[in-house]
Structures are given as structure tokens and as C-alpha cells.
T-cell receptor, first 115, second 110 residues
């Protein structure tokens, strides 16, 4: 199994451009997440989804949008790129949970630079 | 406010020199304490989940423990291949959301 796959791996954008970061998982997980990781910092949650058609904001959602039309795919869109969005973006997924959270499984990230 | 704090920020050890990494948490209704390993240019790789104070998990040279306020990742007789950033995270919602600490960069010298 591939697990969580993110594309592209690297991208350079100009200020004001738009792009979509792709994320696909093949584990049939209900939950999916987008994080950003800045140097020396922990991962910050941007958006998450508990299933197809259901998304919600995380800690740092401004400047981003998401959609979830299928269980497998959870793309992240940047509409008007700004230098503050230069970061490494990680997508993750996890299975349904009961009273105890299940671990999240991560892709290898997209390294994005806004110049 | 929910928070996870890791110390030290960086740790350099000689091969074979055992040590511990600390993770302090204040997470309301903790639903799991997670440890991940992250290599440069890669995503976090899941290591352990701990759910109850007193619980311990082991994998090769690593052992994770949990109290009501802290978790420790003990590394015994480390090897250079154990060099990585180790991330701790606390689970806090029914959607399996987790809050991360900023990590400990571990370097093992041969």
C-alpha cells in the first residue's frame, strides 16, 4: 500500500499565484488533515475532514481552502499566495476512533516557497 | 489552553550513551499521547501511542512512558541511525485531532 501520497514534492510560486496541493490516501480512512510545519516549530493544523463532504477549520486556516468529495482525496488550495505561506505542508489520515484517538499517518510533504 | 512542550530542543549523544526526551502536556481530556520520528525531508513516522498513566511501550532501543503530566521517550544504547527529530503530540478530540510539540532533534555521534 502507498499510504498517504502528496504531490507535488516541491513548488515555487510567485506572490499572488494560486495552486492546489494534492493528497490521496488508500487506507480507507475517514479522517484527513492538513498541517504546515515551519522551521523549528511543531506542526500546525490548517483544516481537517471527518468524511466526504465534511470539512472544518483548524488552528491556522486563513489563506487556505479545502474540499473533500471522496474518501480518498483531500486537496488544499492556496488562492492568493503570500510569502507567509512559505512552509512545508503535510497531509495525514487516520481511521475512525472511539474514546481513544488513533494515530495519524503522514505523507512526505510538499515544500512550498513563495517569492 | 491545550499545550505540548518538549525538552530539550536538541540533544547530542555519543553512540551507546542512553538518555531520555521529555514531553510535558496540558491537554483537556487527553485521548492519547503519540510519539513520532521525523527524518529530514520526510513526514512524521508513527512510533507509539500511550493512553493511560503508567502505560509503557517498547520498540527496539526506544521505550515510551506516560504519567498524568508528562511522557518520556527513553533511548537505550543509541546508534547513529537513531538520529532524527522526535515529535510528541496529544490527542484532544473525537476527530482524532492532535496538538504537536516542537520536537527534540537527536544526534548520535559514532
Amino acid at each position: 500500500n502507498a499510504g498517504v501520497t502528496q504531490t507535488p514534492k516541491f513548488r515555487i510560486l510567485k506572490i499572488g499565484q494560486s495552486m492546489t496541493l494534492q493528497c490521496t490516501q488508500d487506507m480507507n480512512h475517514n479522517y484527513m488533515y492538513w498541517y504546515r510545519q515551519d522551521p523549528g516549530m511543531g506542526l500546525k493544523l490548517i483544516y481537517y475532514s471527518v468524511g466526504a463532504g465534511i470539512t472544518d477549520k483548524g488552528e491556522v486556516p486563513n489563506g487556505y481552502n479545502v474540499s473533500r468529495s471522496t474518501t480518498e482525496d483531500f486537496p488544499l488550495r492556496l488562492e492568493l499566495a503570500a510569502p507567509s505561506q512559505t512552509s512545508v505542508y503535510f497531509c495525514a489520515s487516520s481511521p475512525l476512533t472511539g474514546q481513544r484517538n488513533q494515530p495519524q499517518h503522514f505523507g512526505d510533504g510538499t515544500r512550498l516557497s513563495i517569492l | 489552553e491545550d499545550q505540548v512542550t518538549q525538552s530539550p530542543e536538541a540533544l547530542r549523544l555519543q553512540e551507546g550513551e542512553s538518555s531520555s526526551l521529555n514531553c510535558s502536556y496540558t491537554v483537556s481530556g487527553l485521548r492519547g499521547l503519540f510519539w513520532y520520528r521525523q527524518d529530514p525531508g520526510k513526514g512524521p513516522e508513527f512510533l507509539f501511542t500511550l493512553y493511560s498513566a503508567g502505560e509503557e511501550k517498547e520498540k527496539e532501543r526506544l521505550k515510551a512512558t506516560l504519567t498524568k503530566k508528562e511522557s518520556f521517550l527513553h533511548i537505550t544504547a543509541p546508534k547513529p541511525e537513531d538520529s532524527a527529530t522526535y515529535l510528541c503530540a496529544g490527542g484532544y478530540s473525537s476527530a482524532s485531532k492532535i496538538i504537536f510539540g516542537s520536537g527534540t532533534r537527536l544526534s548520535i555521534r559514532p
